[in-house]
């Protein structure tokens, strides 16, 4: 696995506390140890990109080790979720539809 820069990671918000509970992780799937994606449920293989989850609603809480496909594209989801999102009128009624006609 690559190491990462730990300067770079701390100046995003994941401090000692982050980077430990990764290291954890991370002898867990590297040692062999069944570790199953907190997202999909499948095996995280030793090798396997992988990334240290959030909760998608608190981003104080970890799920553990999610696939990093799996917890990456979440975020992508969510963001095109917000974006999509738009309402119409409909009797002076604000309502959500997919797109504005």
């Known amino acids: 696995m690559k190491q990462r820069n730990p300067a770079k990671t701390a100046a995003r918000g994941y401090?000692?506390?982050?980077?430990?509970r990764r290291r954890r992780w991370n002898k867990r799937i590297y040692s062999g140890e069944e570790v199953n994606c907190a997202r999909c449920g499948h095996s995280i293989l030793p090798g396997q990109a992988w990334d240290l989850g959030h909760d998608d609603n608190d981003r104080t809480r970890y799920t553990g080790a999610e696939h990093r496909?799996?917890?990456?594209?979440?975020?992508?989801?969510?963001?095109?979720?917000?974006?999509?999102?738009?309402?119409?009128?409909?009797?002076?009624?604000?309502?959500?539809?997919?797109?504005?006609?």
């Open 15 to 20: 401090g000692s506390a982050h980077q430990a």
């Open 69 to 101: 496909r799996c917890n990456r594209a979440t975020a992508t989801h969510k963001a095109k979720r917000s974006r999509r999102t738009s309402y119409a009128f409909v009797d002076e009624q604000p309502c959500k539809v997919s797109r504005q006609w």
